[in-house]
Antibody, heavy 118, light 109 residues
Framework: QVQLVESGGGVVQPGRSLRLSCAAA????????MHWVRQAPGKGLEWVAV????????YYADSVRGRLTISRGNSVNTVYLQMDTLRPEDTAVYFC????????????WGQGTLVTVS | QTVVTQEPSLTVSPGGTVTLTCASS?????????ANWFQQKPGQVPRALIF???SKHSWTPARFSGSLLGDKAALTLSGVQPEDEAEYYC?????????FGGGTKLTVL
């Protein structure tokens, strides 16, 4: 079955960096786009970034462009989110999610990892 | 900055029908926005319900359906169950980037 497991969250000071990882299993990772989505405590979902299956394209939310960077390693079935110059407003649970294969969309989600900037 | 708008809250009786909508600040929502819908219950991970406006995932209950309604995307729940009480989010595609709506808190009462 599809499994997405995030790691790398924690408490970090403003201005510092953190790298999140999402390990995928149960499907052919290189065939799927991968997303990052975040949710601040008590708030709604915010889409963060997506990378295509073949790493040829990536897109970001305006709120994170230039500070957060998505990447992936298809040989290790992992997608990453490099988070630089962190701000208190980046505090959230960060989810990775799989893109649907035939039409734009999102299907499976990981359990999330909490990032606290304080 | 693109804003996606949903009803903040709706209430429905068990067995009833309710429609949630999703509007874009850029204009009418069309099939090209590939609207996705997600359900999230307190303390849980979001669960995908609908993609590409009206396509269901293999696990999506039959009582959930997606459509375009006027200039918005819509999620209709028919024969609402008590367990459908949750927050519902739409997600729209903007040619690469995506934007979530603010969510609709659905109360089953």
């Amino acid at each position: 079955q599809v499994q997405l497991v995030e790691s790398g969250g924690g408490v970090v000071q403003p201005g510092r960096s953190l790298r999140l990882s999402c390990a995928a299993a149960g499907f052919t990772f290189r065939n799927y786009a991968m997303h990052w989505v975040r949710q601040a405590p008590g708030k709604g979902l915010e889409w963060v970034a997506v990378m295509s299956n073949d790493v040829s394209s990536k897109y970001y939310a305006d709120s994170v462009r230039g500070r957060l960077t998505i990447s992936r390693g298809n040989s290790v079935n992992t997608v990453y989110l490099q988070m630089d110059t962190l701000r208190p407003e980046d505090t959230a649970v960060y989810f990775c999610a799989r893109g649907t294969v035939d039409r734009p969309g999102v299907d499976y989600w990981g359990q999330g990892t909490l990032v606290t900037v304080s | 900055q693109t804003v996606v708008t949903q009803e903040p809250s709706l209430t429905v009786s068990p067995g009833g029908t309710v429609t949630l909508t999703c509007a874009s600040s850029t204009g009418a929502v069309t099939s090209g926005y590939h609207a996705n819908w997600f359900q999230q219950k307190p303390g849980q991970v979001p669960r995908a319900l609908i993609f590409s406006t009206s396509s269901k995932h293999s696990w999506t209950p039959a009582r959930f359906s997606g459509s375009l309604l006027g200039d918005k995307a819509a999620l209709t729940l028919s024969g609402v169950q008590p367990e459908d009480e949750a927050e519902y989010y739409c997600l729209l595609y903007y040619g690469g980037a995506w934007v979530f709506g603010g969510g609709t808190k659905l109360t089953v009462l």
